[in-house]
């Protein structure tokens, strides 16, 4: 299955179980990118959002016009931060952020529970590694890539290329399919 990447400077489409890394600038507006990502071509997404909480992210959706019947979140900070949260059918938890193996449960849960199209956004790898360890994030990271390919899903991972040196740049850039570099200006390259 082949969906649509509405990206600057990229392919038109990519195949399923492809995962593609988001490079950016610490303080870079990752926001368009993510949300032109589920705007197209998409029937479910999820958010697995290690920045901000389960409202936050709702509200960026809203702010981009994002179809929000379509978006299941994952909010791993509310519960570390205190905020006493009930699950619903779109939002979910986990402990926090180093909960490696939570989250990679909770995405297999959600790629096994929808049919379609399917896009996954997890933001952002440079959070997970700050609460866990790098070594983790590889780990979790090469999992949660091998659950896309098993379900014909797509990814895209935020890493700040800021924060992490070129080994760890590198470490993760070879996990991956494709390369979207922001750029501080907002230009885009791509490598596929």
Do not use: C, W
């Amino acid at each position: 299955m082949d969906y649509t990447l509405a990206v600057e400077n990229a392919p038109e489409t990519i195949k399923g179980g492809t995962g593609v890394l988001l490079l950016h600038p610490s303080i870079g507006e990752t926001d368009r990118i993510d949300t032109d990502f589920f705007k197209t071509d998409t029937d479910h997404f999820l958010v697995v959002s290690t920045r901000t909480t389960a409202r936050e992210v709702e509200q960026k959706l809203e702010h981009y016009d994002v179809d929000e019947d379509s978006a299941v979140i994952l909010d791993t900070l509310s519960v570390e931060r205190g905020y006493s949260r009930r699950g619903t059918d779109d939002v979910h938890y986990v402990s926090a952020p180093d909960d490696l193996d939570g989250i990679v449960a909770k995405v297999e849960e959600f790629l096994t529970s929808h049919d379609g199209k399917v896009r996954l956004s997890v933001d952002s790898l440079t959070e997970m590694i700050y609460y866990a360890d790098e070594d983790g994030v590889v780990d979790a990271t090469a999992e949660l890539l091998a659950l896309l390919a098993e379900h014909d899903a797509v990814g895209l991972f935020h890493l700040s290329k800021e924060v992490h040196d070129e080994a760890t740049l590198d470490r993760f850039r070879e996990q991956f399919d494709g390369v979207i570099d922001l750029n501080d200006d907002g230009s885009v390259e791509t490598e596929f």
